[in-house]
């Protein structure tokens, strides 16, 4: 697995070590940052920062839904939460995301796919932004708790630290990683 030097600059940060602003940089704070990790877990080579899968991020979306799944939801997530809480597995397990080049992957949001789990709420149709109206199928608490106890497994079992580089809504991913997504919702795109 090819890692792009922002996947590596955010790896960084959320492992606690300072690659300076995820830039897609290769500068000498990420240089500093990569050695210091390297030493710091007694591993030799960058990819072994990351996991086996290459799974290295978490992207929760909202769907736009209403109380069905429907096909394209399941294809462009790897997980969808309904609004009773109960927990569906999308057309594509989240290895599937490793990398995008063969084509076959969940494409949940541009240009950030490879190495990303996808995880949505399906709810939200009719929501209005401004002045905010969350339709009539807003997110419910119990979609919310299930999606707190997804993402905590998903974490664990990909060894994914809990931080804002590495499980981040759709809306946080240009802000925090500098990624142009200015689409909403599910889009394609490595």
Request: aromatic share 6%; charged share 20%; with cysteine.
């Amino acid at each position: 697995m090819t890692y792009t030097t922002r996947d590596i600059q955010a790896r960084l940060a959320a492992l606690s070590y300072d690659p300076g602003p995820i830039d897609g940089r290769y500068g000498p704070k990420t240089r500093a940052a990569i050695a210091e990790a390297l030493k710091a877990r007694n591993v030799k080579r960058i990819e072994e920062l990351f996991h086996a899968s290459a799974l290295h991020r978490i992207i929760l979306h909202w769907t736009a839904g209403v109380d069905a799944l429907i096909e394209l939801e399941q294809q462009h997530c790897h997980l969808i939460i309904d609004r009773l809480g109960r927990t569906h597995a999308g057309a594509l397990k989240p290895e599937a995301n490793a990398s995008c080049h063969d084509g076959r992957y969940a494409a949940h949001t541009r240009a950030l796919n490879t190495g990303s789990i996808g995880v949505a709420l399906d709810a939200m149709a009719g929501a209005i932004e401004s002045p905010f109206d969350p339709g009539e199928y807003p997110i419910t608490q119990v979609q919310v708790q299930a999606l707190a106890e997804a993402v905590a497994d998903l974490c664990e079992t990909y060894q994914i630290p809990l931080t804002s580089y590495s499980v981040l809504t759709h809306a946080e991913v240009q802000p925090t990683l500098g990624v142009n997504n200015a689409a909403n919702g599910i889009s394609p795109g490595c």
